[in-house]
């Protein structure tokens, strides 16, 4: 049956989700100097600091100093993160520590050199990961009907191999395959559906894009920001007689968005509505470029963000810079060595960088 963490979860991925694409309406808040994006870090000051930092580093630009000291500083004492401590003389909740804002730091501040805090944050994950070998949003959370904090889930999972994938580059980079298999949806499920991994593991599982995208990244066995330097062969369908149990998992997932990619030319529809979600075309995106194979559907995915890039990466009304969004096209652009001052109209790295409050 359905863990009864799928509503609660799914809420705050929502939340998060919301921060990358709309964002809250620019407010002043508490110790922000350092940080990047003058709108509402309170659900994605941490997740977006974190994505701006990977993103200049793989640009070959070194962050300004106060962004990394920022990110360093909103460290919880036991090494987890918030979303957002707008406090720091207040000690953290660790009910509200989340796996996701922690794993993503953690890449962030391994490659911003603050390898110690960085470390830190890989041995909260590593120490909170339930009996599956996964890990859910908040896993300190007490139990409740709404919440079940021991139930993994694959967002969380693969951001957490996304972080330990950086901090150990070898040891665990055959593992997230393994671990997270049983959220595959099986070849019974028929062409478009077969491969797709959902949120959470279910007697009927079904196909989250979301869930997919990022759980695949993490099969790649490569850290954020991405150098790419070699391509593979083509992957073998899973569903083939040819497959194996070392590539059913990742080689599946990756066909499933690279169908999802090439049959949506705008960008992988939103599960909350109508429009593009382009939170999860960008990592779709990452996914196959780090897997080394060379899907035409990455060329639909970044013509598909260029042609939307302006829409997602700046406020309607105020033209604020929303550092999540471009740093996500940014982590594409360089991973493709793509020209990151004219992509959809925007420089990327500009726009980033002029963001930061002083």
Not at 3 to 32: M, V, Y
Not at 98 to 111: F, G, H, M, P, R
Not at 144 to 166: Q, R
Not at 336 to 349: A, S
Request: charged share 15%.
């Amino acid at each position: 049956m359905k863990t009864t963490a799928r509503s609660s979860a799914t809420s705050l991925a929502i939340a998060l989700l919301c921060a990358l694409t709309l964002s809250s309406p620019a407010q002043a808040t508490a110790n922000s100097a350092g940080l990047y994006g003058t709108t509402d870090p309170t659900y994605d000051g941490v997740y977006r600091q974190s994505l701006a930092l990977l993103a200049l580093t793989g640009a070959k630009i070194k962050p300004a100093s106060s962004a990394i000291d920022w990110l360093a500083s909103q460290q919880c004492a036991d090494g987890g993160y918030e979303s957002f401590r707008a406090d720091l003389a207040t000690p953290c909740d660790i009910a509200q520590e989340d796996s996701n804002s922690t794993a993503i730091a953690a890449a962030a501040l391994q490659v911003a050199g603050k390898k110690g805090v960085a470390m830190k944050s890989a041995t909260w994950l590593l120490a909170h990961r339930n009996k599956d070998g996964g890990i859910g949003f908040n896993p300190l959370a007490q139990a409740s009907a709404e919440y079940d904090p021991t139930a993994s889930d694959a967002n969380s999972t693969g951001l957490m191999f996304v972080a330990l994938n950086a901090i150990y580059p070898t040891k665990y980079r055959n593992v997230a395959a393994g671990i997270l298999a049983k959220y595959q949806v099986n070849c019974s499920a028929g062409a478009g559906k077969s491969g797709a991994l959902d949120y959470q593991v279910s007697d009927g599982l079904t196909a989250n894009d979301y869930a997919t995208a990022q759980a695949a990244f993490a099969f790649t066995g490569v850290a954020l920001p991405l150098v790419i330097t070699k391509s593979n062969p083509a992957p073998i369908n899973p569903c083939s007689s040819k497959s194996t149990s070392t590539t059913k998992v990742a080689d599946g997932a990756m066909l499933y968005l690279a169908t999802r990619l090439s049959n949506n030319p705008r960008g992988i529809p939103s599960a909350f509505g109508t429009g593009t979600d382009w939170n999860t075309t960008a990592w779709a995106t990452l996914a196959l470029v780090g897997s080394g194979y060379r899907y035409p559907a990455i060329s639909t995915a970044v013509a598909a963000m260029s042609d939307g890039a302006i829409s997602w990466a700046f406020e309607a009304k105020t033209n604020a810079a929303k550092p999540g969004p471009l740093a996500m096209m940014l982590l594409v652009a360089t991973s493709l060595k793509l020209d990151v001052h004219h992509f959809g109209g925007i420089d990327l790295t500009k726009s980033i960088i002029g963001s930061l409050r002083n």
